[in-house]
T-cell receptor, first 113, second 111 residues
Framework: NAGVTQTPKFRILKIGQSMTLQCTQD?????MYWYRQDPGMGLKLIYY???????DKGEVPNGYNVSRSTTEDFPLRLELAAPSQTSVYFC????????????FGEGSWLTVV | DAKTTQPTSMDCAEGRAANLPCNHS???????VYWYRQIHSQGPQYIIH???NNETNEMASLIITEDRKSSTLILPHATLRDTAVYYC????????????FGPGTSLSVIP
């Protein structure tokens, strides 16, 4: 089982550029999440989704957009990248029933210069 | 906001038990206590969860007080590889809510 897969692992962006962080899970989970983690800090929820076609804002959604067209995929879009978006981004997923254990991807390191 | 409070950091001698406390005084009757840990630069990893009974698995034990307002994660024989940030969160087992992580406890296992 691949679990939660994120791409790319590392990326350097210039200020004002845009990019999409890809996330896919093969566990048929309904819930998916995007977190960011600044150096030495805790996890901050950006956006989450409870199923295909349903998304909602988390704690720090400004500067990001998401979509959920399929159960498997939950891409995170950065528009007009800013240095404040330099961070590690984690995608995660969990089941909707039985157990709510959250499974995390390995992270995507993004630097905006 | 996170519904839990944890100490910022703790030290533990290698081979000894590490006891990590968590306060969740506003926990609701249908909320479970979950523990995760994050080893440097990796994605957080699930450890254990429970509702009101004590739980044990191959990684750790979870002790929840009778009033459920606090809990303790126990790593029975800490190793250097247990050095990590440990997060305690509370949530309903089948909830649709967003999952908020607090700052966690940074555990350092000392040789």
């Amino acid at each position: 089982n691949a679990g939660v897969t994120q791409t790319p692992k590392f990326r350097i962006l210039k200020i004002g550029q845009s990019m999409t962080l890809q996330c896919t899970q093969d566990m048929n989970h309904n819930y998916m999440y995007w977190y960011r983690q600044d150096p030495g800090m805790g996890l901050k929820l950006i956006y989450y989704s409870v199923g295909a076609g349903i998304t909602d804002k988390g704690e720090v959604p400004n500067g990001y957009n998401v979509s959920r067209s399929t159960t498997e995929d939950f891409p995170l879009r950065l528009e007009l990248a800013a240095p404040s978006q330099t961070s590690v981004y984690f995608c995660a997923s969990s089941w909707s029933v039985e157990r709510n254990t959250i499974y995390f991807g390995e992270g995507s390191w993004l630097t905006v210069v | 906001d996170a519904k839990t409070t944890q100490p910022t950091s703790m030290d533990c001698a290698e081979g000894r038990a590490a006891n990590l406390p968590c306060n969740h005084s506003t926990i609701s009757g249908n909320e479970y206590v979950y523990w995760y840990r994050q080893i440097h630069s990796q994605g957080p990893q699930y450890i254990i969860h429970g509702l009101k009974n004590n739980e044990t698995n191959e990684m750790a034990s979870l002790i929840i007080t009778e009033d459920r307002k606090s809990s303790t994660l126990i790593l029975p024989h800490a190793t250097l590889r247990d050095t990590a940030v440990y997060y305690c969160i509370v949530r309903v087992e089948t909830s649709y809510d967003k999952v908020i992580f607090g700052p966690g406890t940074s555990l350092s296992v000392i040789p």
